[in-house]
């Protein structure tokens, strides 16, 4: 006997929650118990009195499970609004990286260079290294890294992605 | 300002504040505050179990028997630990409870103190809604909150955890208003639009059928009604999960018994065969639908629930409406008879049903010189159904056969761990409904094996005087297990063989019940009645035929209508697919 498996779809999702302990544990705790997938999960809270948090969830599954994740997530306690973006549509996804690239020489000037096209800041540096700062799409950060292994990655954080719908309307 | 009191002080005004009136708990170190609180006050009835388990199944069979929630104080560590079953089960079957835990110290919390336990990440899982709280002025706030959440929207459990700092620190109480929930608003309402498109569809139909469930017995007995009304005026016949028995009457003309897979012939063929299925406060279960992709293959489907991820989850419904399933009823029968349709002509459909119920499938092989199972569940039905008793089982043959053949007219008398499948419920289910409704008849139908599982709690009955009585179908065999290895493993029975069983009787005696053994068909009778003329709790160890299967089944992997028979040849091997089946 083999296990079988769907054919299974990326979405991006905003959820809104009540910024209390225990909350991220309750939503990435959800997703484990019940299967699902999160590929990248990032969370800030994003009001003046810090009530409430924006949680950004890119996961996969089939269109299925996608509906069921958004439904299993609505139901929460202290969930306020879960919105699948890429049900919405147009959106922005971006992105931030700190990656440290080491080395002298030509190898130091063709990171410089590299940096440019990336429009990647340069956050700090030493006689033999920099850290970049580089934001965009997480395919544009993969190429950058993609490209300082050859000149001398040394490390790479990344923030996992943000993502808000395009136009006037809040979600 | 109201003046400060403690924590625990707190605690018992605003349980008394939300109407609490019976709390099943165990005391310990974390929630010794608590406990001398409930001491010096009157007003709050303590109910000593003999392990946490059990409190939390007494709660459940409280709040399944009288619609009240189930309100459970247990102490850290091991006696939350030991409550997350029954947590669980809870959670599993939509009961309405509350679990307050005590907890270490705020200022022990992470340094593994004596009887620690993370109880809000164990609990996260198994709840609806979890609290740790970390100071006495939020207290009072937060217990009004969970039995909102605990009782509201699709019923849950809600584990309070509070350290014992907490309850000894002081803040001021005052009852809250109404709540307003930041974030938590169940719809309680469904929508019109979505109401007018079920009840033109409902007209429409040719072969339906109303699949009932649990969901009406919560939304509570006037769901039940209002579904009698549903059924009557559109003729349509009706079914029901394990969970939901008794919301529409056995005696009902439109009653087609249980579905799935212990059955009957006629509900799961009519379930087939139908045209359009209206489910009622039930959730397509895997017990209920067999193989998904051949379950139901004619009918549209709507489903009415008050969960919304309840929808879709296993089988794609053509119109979901959210809400509360009593109320969304309601609206349909307004709109059903605002818009004066009338019954349909059923009568080809019901034709179908009665030869489909002439297969009488509940039928079994009589025997003159052992006991049928099924023949001592009818016969305990035969000798009590008009004291409309309430019955709690464990889990197993028995369960089934007590839902086959006993048959519920009203909502709130059947009690069963359905989702969990949690043997050890039935005992302190039956004490919880015995301490919910005094002067009723309450019976444990329960298996040899199960009622092992929790039979600390014949002490506990025997404390406070309660006359529930436990009636097992003992075949020394775990017989749900022995019956799947029958049919799935060559009866290869391993380890489902009931050895080393006590003395049922002389157990119940040494606990101070009424233990009687009845071994043979003629005893069967008399025995019952010797029960239930007993003030007071009894146990009968009813002997049983050994390796009587329990019939209809639909086995792992199978649809509605591969279903297996009493007089059907059935040992044997089924291979990996349906072995990998639950």
Aim: net charge negative; glycine share 8%; charged share 20%.
């Amino acid at each position: 006997m083999h296990i079988k498996e769907g054919l299974k779809e990326r979405h991006t999702l905003s959820v809104t929650v009540t910024n209390e302990p225990g909350v991220l544990a309750r939503i990435a705790g959800m997703f484990t118990a019940r299967g699902y997938n999160i590929e990248s999960l990032t969370v800030a809270d994003i009001t003046e009195d810090d009530s409430i948090s924006r949680i950004t969830i890119v996961t996969a599954g089939t269109p299925a499970v996608i509906e069921q994740v958004v439904a299993q997530l609505d139901r929460m306690v202290p969930v306020h609004k879960v919105t699948d973006l890429t049900l919405l549509g147009d959106h922005v996804e971006r992105e931030l990286a700190l990656v440290k690239v080491a080395g002298t020489g030509d190898h130091r000037i063709e990171a410089l260079r590299l940096a440019e096209v990336f429009r990647a800041n340069v956050v700090d540096t030493t006689i033999s290294s920099f850290v970049f700062e580089v934001t965009g799409a997480s395919t544009k950060i993969d190429r950058f890294v993609e490209l300082m292994k050859e000149i001398g990655l040394v490390e790479v954080a990344r923030t996992g992605i943000v993502a808000m719908a395009r136009g006037k309307e809040a979600i | 300002m109201p003046k400060e009191q403690s924590g625990a002080n707190i605690l018992i005004e605003a349980l008394s504040d939300l109407g609490v009136e019976v709390i099943f708990g165990y005391p310990g170190g974390a929630v010794l505050p608590i406990y001398d609180a409930l001491f010096q006050q009157k007003r709050i009835r303590h109910i000593l179990v003999r392990h946490e388990q059990a409190a939390t199944h007494a709660a459940e069979g409280y709040a399944r028997a009288t619609g009240k929630p189930g309100v459970v104080l247990v102490t850290s560590g091991p006696g939350a630990t030991n409550a997350v079953t029954g947590i669980t089960d809870a959670l599993m079957d939509s009961i309405p409870m509350v679990v307050i835990t005590g907890q270490v110290a705020t200022h022990l919390i992470g340094s593994d103190a004596f009887q620690e336990a993370d109880t809000v990440g164990i609990t996260r899982h198994c709840t609806k809604h979890n609290y740790l709280v970390k100071s006495p002025e939020t207290l009072g706030n937060v217990i009004h909150e969970a039995f909102h959440i605990a009782t509201t929207g699709r019923p849950g459990p809600v584990v309070v955890d509070i350290p014992k700092d907490v309850q000894v620190a002081t803040a001021p109480y005052k009852k809250p208003g109404t709540i307003n929930h930041a974030s938590y608003r169940p719809q309680v309402k469904g929508d019109i639009k979505l109401i007018e498109a079920a009840v033109e569809m409902l007209a429409a139909a040719e072969r339906p059928i109303l699949y009932t469930g649990g969901g009406i017995i919560n939304s509570g007995p006037a769901a039940s009604q209002i579904l009698r009304e549903l059924a009557r005026i559109t003729g349509a016949p009706v079914t029901s999960t394990l969970m939901g028995l008794g919301a529409y009457p056995a005696s009902g003309e439109a009653w087609l018994g249980m579905l799935g897979m212990h059955g009957t012939y006629e509900a799961n063929w009519t379930m087939n065969q139908a045209d359009l299925i209206v489910c009622l406060g039930a959730r397509f279960d895997d017990r209920v639908t067999g193989r998904l992709d051949a379950f139901a293959p004619k009918a549209k489907k709507i489903h009415i629930d008050i969960d919304r991820s309840s929808m879709n989850k296993t089988v794609r419904v053509d119109l979901p409406i959210v809400g509360d399933v009593g109320h969304v009823m309601e609206d349909m029968v307004k709109v059903w008879k605002a818009r004066q349709h009338t019954k349909a002509d059923l009568s080809a459909w019901w034709k179908q049903i009665d030869e489909w119920r002439a297969k009488k499938s509940l039928s079994y092989p009589p025997s003159t010189t052992e006991i049928m199972p099924q023949a001592a569940v009818q016969a305990l039905w035969n000798a009590t159904h008009k004291k409309n008793p309430i019955i709690t089982t464990e889990v197993g043959q028995h369960q089934m056969w007590a839902a086959q053949h006993f048959h519920f007219e009203s909502p709130n008398k059947w009690l069963t761990s359905g989702g969990l499948g949690t043997m050890g419920y039935g005992l302190p289910a039956a004490i919880g409904a015995q301490l919910g409704n005094p002067n009723a008849l309450v019976i444990d139908i329960a298996g040899e094996a199960s009622i092992q599982m929790n039979i600390q709690e014949l002490a506990t009955a025997t404390q406070y005087r309660l006359p529930v009585k436990i009636f097992i179908l003992n075949n020394e065999y775990m017989g749900m297990v022995r019956q799947w290895q029958e049919l799935t493993y060559s009866s290869r029975y391993s380890e489902s063989y009931s050895d080393a069983l006590p003395d049922f009787v002389k157990l119940g005696e040494a606990y101070g019940w009424k233990g009687i053994r009845i071994e043979t068909p003629d005893q069967l009778e008399s025995g019952i009645a010797e029960m239930l003329a007993y003030d007071g709790p009894v146990i009968v160890d009813c002997l049983v035929a050994k390796v009587a299967n329990c019939f209809p089944m639909i086995p792992s992997g199978a649809s509605h209508v591969e279903m297996i028979l009493a007089d059907d040849q059935v040992s044997g091997e089924l291979d990996d697919e349906a072995k990998a089946l639950v």
